[in-house]
């Protein structure tokens, strides 16, 4: 039997609709939902609300549980372990900005019918059943193949934000 890694992610929107993505800064750069890996001993809900904290220099208010997906497949590389992820929808209670630039290369709000590229398996698939009114879901999600080059196309992402000064 695989191992099985665990991770959260927050579904955070504004009043247009938009939803908070971060761009990874390391390895395809691939853009997701703001969150993390869940420490030992720690739980789902304080692990999204401190990666959420760190990423966005601010912290959320969990609403409900959109579901738990667990991520699965060889697409990225052989080897990789499953991750079960815990996505929460989320409210800010404050102003996000980059606070992780090691971690994070972006912030941005996007549309999520018009989601950048290359973006993460999971967050597919939990927007798309957000947009269908779901919550509480439970998911086999499988991952996409690795992008060609992790840099190749720069997205006009609107509005970008920056690093806390």
């Not at 609709?17 to 939902?33: D, E, F, N, V």
């Not at 606070?99 to 597919?124: C, E, Y």
Request: aromatic share 4%; with cysteine.
């Amino acid at each position: 039997m695989s191992s099985i890694e665990s991770a959260v992610a927050a579904v955070i929107q504004d009043p247009a609709g938009r939803i908070l993505m971060c761009q990874q800064s390391q390895g395809h750069r691939l853009w997701g939902l703001p969150g993390g890996t869940i420490n030992r001993g720690e739980s789902p809900l304080h692990a999204v609300v401190r990666d959420v904290r760190q990423e966005t220099g601010t912290d959320v208010e969990i609403v409900d549980l959109l579901g738990m997906y667990q991520l699965t497949g060889d697409g990225c590389g052989e080897g990789l372990p499953d991750v079960l992820v815990y996505v929460f929808r989320a409210d800010l209670n404050g102003e996000a900005t980059l606070n992780a630039p090691g971690r994070i290369r972006r912030l941005a709000w996007q549309d999520p019918h018009d989601l950048p590229k290359p973006v993460t398996a999971t967050t597919v698939t939990a927007l798309a059943d957000m947009a269908s009114g779901r919550s509480g879901v439970l998911r086999v999600v499988e991952r996409y193949a690795e992008p060609e080059v992790p840099d190749a196309v720069e997205t006009a992402a609107a509005p970008v934000l920056t690093s806390a000064a």
